[in-house]
């Protein structure tokens, strides 16, 4: 009797939850009189998702591409609703002219049990304001011509490298070493330590940073969706070994700097002048205010900065460096032109210059093709911070709502990019650029959130990439798919088994 007393009981608990969920929870959007798509218990919109049926940008590439006429459509993560934004208006006014009402992630962040989530791309209100405020002035051209040098050495002993494996391999994982690569430059540039990962592939700081990327979609969904859950258990976003490992290494790094006067033109460098001084030194034609940002940043405040800076940076920009190379494999055309642009450009200038980098506009393009056509960050996140009326439509947004616009399905968008999965650099020719809706174009950002490592990470990825064609033609190799799979399980836009080339000297 007991135990079909304790089944009954559990019977009528879910089914209190089902009806709940069902005609409570899951009304918000019918009540609003806003275009939703039916949940389903009970988590939402999102259980192809959790269950590994499909990556989190293909999900709402399908939404965007299947309901865009609707401009904004209400779906549920988990209990949550959230709101879709499909058009481009709509998108800049969420971004950018009302973003007093949406100027926060909403992703997880605390603090005290894990130090490392304090960093500009999660913080949150005046906090957040004050960072981006400071942290503004390491980015600029000054700073990013001084940087440069630490940049060159790494593409040419990322050169040197691949020489070395063309030489004994068949083909290379141009993902893999391309993770080895920017590692070391985001070492370089924000500790100043050589961390040798070309040479040395069980180094453990490219073991640490990869480690942010393998949460399951569930767990992510989690932390981005309802933070309320890890924050009240303090379970921490990032691993503590690696929260240890990261912060151990920063205050050892800036112990030896203070200590032996160490000047050097890198990310690390201006992190102590926040330190010490609370902001950075501005270049004489710099017009920025210091005397509103007089705090001090705290060390473990510094160390959240440079650990976003290594595994935001280094990530994204060997997925974008991937597949551009994918597509140069493919396009052929394309890389044979790429590579007569590198040629004369590097002739012109004596050698790779930051000046010569800039030069090479075709290069620029391809980059940019690639990042429309496979955008690291699939989808932009955001939280209604301030209750508003949405311009020109009827919606009423209340406190606490999420916001999602879908990067992924807008840059597939065949009214805005025809035949989207083609390969065309053209499409970022001066004429084209000016004939799109300025919002259409999405792999950073856009608005005041906008992404402050946006130009860094444009350079590093040509100087890799030129550092490849210079000397090398690159080739598919069967192992490689076509199309690309892409791996349902990760967060970002990345290609699952890795892109296999085969790369011969020129």
């Known amino acids: 009797m007991l135990l079909v007393g304790l089944i009954t009981a559990l019977v009528v608990a879910l089914c209190s939850v089902y009806i709940y969920y069902k005609f409570v929870v899951f009304n918000f959007w019918r009540k609003k009189g806003v275009f939703y798509i039916d949940p389903i218990v009970p988590a939402g919109n999102v259980t192809s998702l959790i269950l590994g049926k499909i990556s989190v940008g293909e999900l709402f590439r399908d939404i965007y591409l299947q309901y865009k006429d609707h401009r904004a459509i209400g779906i549920y993560t988990f209990f949550k609703p959230n709101l879709v ?81 063309a030489e004994t391999e068949e083909s290379i994982d141009i993902r893999e070493i391309f993770a080895r690569y920017t590692i070391d430059v985001f070492m370089s540039v924000a500790f100043g330590i050589n961390s040798n990962c070309m040479k040395t592939p069980d180094n453990e700081v490219l073991y640490q940073a990869k480690k942010l990327f393998e949460y399951h979609n569930f767990w992510f969904a989690i932390f981005a969706c309802v933070p309320q859950i890890p924050k009240f258990f303090a379970i921490p976003f990032i691993d503590r070994n690696t929260s240890k490992f990261f912060i151990k290494m920063f205050r050892d790094t800036v112990k030896y700097r203070q200590t032996h006067t160490v000047v050097r033109h890198d990310f690390m460098n201006l992190l102590i002048e926040l330190m010490e001084k609370s902001y950075v030194a501005p270049d004489e034609n710099d017009t920025a205010d210091v005397s509103s940002n007089t705090s001090k940043m705290s060390i473990l405040e510094a160390a959240a900065q440079a650990y976003a800076f290594i595994v935001g940076g280094f990530e994204t920009a060997s997925t974008a460096a991937t597949f551009c190379l994918y597509e140069l494999a493919i396009n052929q055309d394309v890389q044979y032109k790429l590579r007569q642009e590198i040629d004369e450009v590097l002739k012109k200038h004596g050698g790779v210059t930051y000046n010569a980098v800039n030069d090479m506009t075709y290069l620029h393009k391809v980059v940019s093709e690639t990042m429309r056509k496979y955008p690291p960050g699939p989808i932009l996140n955001r939280i209604c911070t301030k209750a508003i009326n949405l311009p020109t439509t009827d919606i009423h947004i209340p406190k606490g709502t999420l916001i999602s616009i879908p990067v992924h399905g807008i840059h597939r968008d065949p009214a805005i990019y025809p035949d989207p999965d083609k390969f065309d650099p053209e499409r970022f020719d001066a004429d084209q650029i000016a004939a ?54 990760s967060v970002l836009c990345t290609p699952k088994g890795g892109v296999h080339l085969i790369i011969e000297p020129r």
């Not at 971004?95 to 962040?109: M, Q």
């Not at 004050?130 to 440069?148: E, G």
Request: hydrophobic share 35%; with cysteine; proline share 5%.
């Open 436 to 489: 799109r809706h300025p919002y259409a174009y999405l792999p950073f950002g856009e608005g005041p959130r906008m992404c402050i490592g946006q130009r860094f990470g444009y350079m590093q990825t040509k100087v890799g990439i030129l550092n490849i064609l210079s000397k090398f033609k690159v080739k598919l190799h069967s192992r490689t798919s076509v199309p690309l799979i892409i791996d349902k399980a």
């Open 85 to 165: 934004i499909a058009d481009l208006d709509l998108v800049r006014i969420v971004l950018t002219k009302e973003f007093g009402s949406f100027h926060d992630r909403g992703f997880y962040i605390n603090e005290k049990s894990d130090p490392l989530s304090g960093n500009l791309f999660l913080l949150h209100g005046k906090k957040w304001r004050n960072l981006r405020a400071k942290l503004t002035p390491p980015f600029n051209s000054r700073n990013l011509k001084q940087m440069f040098g630490v940049l060159k050495e790494c593409g040419e002993e990322f050169g040197k490298s691949l020489e070395k494996i």
